[in-house]
């Protein structure tokens, strides 16, 4: 069975950082690009960033130069420590994790940024 278990999700204020981590289980992991998504209210959900099986990365403009994803295969664990943190950050976060077939997806770790 896959799991995807989101947590590092909070309150913060603006200007503040968080580190959000996602541990899978049930799936040959260092195989998987991991992405992390955000959905705010009222909008589409979006991508944020992602790393792939040879840690190359790829971020949302909104994200360049302030969040930071990484991996460790040992944990089966993808990290997005995110700073100089934004009302506009003010999500729900998800993990995505996606290899040939399907992508799997986790619950989900709110995020809010006061101003």
């Known amino acids: 069975q896959v799991r995807l278990v989101e947590s590092g999700g909070g309150l913060v204020q603006a200007g503040g950082s968080l580190r959000l981590s996602c541990a899978a289980s049930?799936?040959?992991?260092?195989?998987?690009?991991i992405a992390w998504y955000r959905q705010a209210p009222g909008k589409q959900r979006e991508l944020v960033a992602s790393i792939n099986r040879s840690t190359s990365t790829n971020y949302a403009d909104s994200a360049k130069g302030r969040f930071t994803i990484s991996r460790d295969n040992a944990k089966s664990t993808v990290y997005l420590q995110m700073n100089s943190l934004k009302p506009e950050d003010t999500a729900v976060y998800y993990c995505?994790?996606?290899?040939?077939?399907?992508?799997?997806w986790g619950q989900g770790t709110q995020v809010t940024v006061s101003s």
């Open positions: 049930g799936i040959t992991f260092s195989s998987y690009t």
């Open positions: 995505n994790a996606q290899w040939l077939s399907a992508p799997y």
